[in-house]
């Protein structure tokens, strides 16, 4: 049965229910009857821009393997709403973790769901700030599945209202003003661009290119579109990667009570490993 003939295209209930698969397999995200508007919008958009006239056709374009289209297919589905030191408190509680860890070796990060690089940058503004200098010990890696949200994160441009929030004395710290009036965009200053590598990473991957002993991942607001399953599946994976000690921050409507033989809450939307998982990540 399609949705009204007023629509561009016809979209069945079997049109979305295998997209919902399709998109599950590959990325883990979980869309209920209620993303059926949702989803149409989206992936409406990647028919015009190929030149489709209907979801029958670009499914099967999909099935065939095309995987240019299948990263665009993925791209439109996934969901980037960020901004720079969102949830603030998690970056108060990342500045006193990093007080007290040995600053004589490398300390390593993981922003697991970077989308656009706000979270990322926030990170590294924190290390600076807690350090008092860009030469610190302090790398992080950031990754997405979306190609295109990693691309603007890498070149680090953002508009002047997405910085509008931050004290002025930060803004000039950390980005670099255009002596254009008339441009609206501000651009982060190198020194902090070099602390942060960027690479994709699907987080329901058998393997990812992430090595142990990591000293904090960050992973919020992400697992809300994975099903429990999925949801553990993914924090058994992290639980090997973090050092004893190490932090884990979920987003603020996330809980991990289903993972609690990894993960128990430290404070709000913190997590630390379990007894038991320390004993493993020590092996």
Avoid at 15 to 38: M, V
Avoid at 121 to 145: E, G, K, L, W
Avoid at 207 to 214: A, E, G, S
Wanted: proline share 3%; net charge positive.
């Amino acid at each position: 049965m399609s949705v009204t003939p007023t629509r561009e295209f016809y979209f069945t209930v079997q049109d979305f229910q295998l997209i919902s698969k399709l998109i599950y397999q590959r990325a883990g995200i979980s869309l209920n009857e209620s993303k059926h508007e949702l989803v149409y919008g989206r992936v409406a958009r990647r028919l015009r821009a190929i030149g489709i006239k209907t979801f029958a056709e670009y499914l099967e374009r999909l099935q065939r393997g095309d995987a240019a289209e299948w990263e665009a297919f993925t791209n439109s589905l996934t969901t980037n709403l960020t901004s720079f030191f969102r949830e603030a408190h998690h970056f108060q509680a990342l500045a006193e973790h990093l007080r007290k860890l040995d600053k004589t070796r490398p300390i390593v990060l993981w922003c697991s769901a970077c989308s656009t690089g706000e979270e990322a940058y926030s990170m590294a503004m924190t290390a600076v700030d807690t350090f008092a200098s860009f030469n610190n010990p302090v790398r992080i890696v950031a990754s997405d599945i979306d190609t295109t949200v990693l691309e603007r994160a890498r070149i680090g441009r953002y508009s002047v209202d997405s910085v509008a929030k931050m004290p002025v004395h930060q803004v000039d710290k950390f980005f670099v003003r255009s002596k254009d009036k008339d441009d609206s965009f501000v651009q982060v200053r190198p020194d902090l661009q070099k602390m942060i590598f960027f690479r994709q990473i699907n987080l329901l991957d058998a393997t990812w290119p992430i090595h142990r002993q990591l000293d904090a991942i960050f992973c919020r607001n992400a697992m809300i579109y994975f099903d429990k399953p999925t949801q553990l599946a993914i924090l058994k994976k992290f639980a090997p990667l973090l050092r004893s000690g190490g932090l884990l921050f979920a987003g603020h409507s996330e809980n991990l009570h289903h993972a609690e033989a990894y993960f128990k809450l430290l404070t709000n939307t913190v997590y630390v490993l379990t007894a038991e998982s320390q004993t493993v990540t020590t092996r």
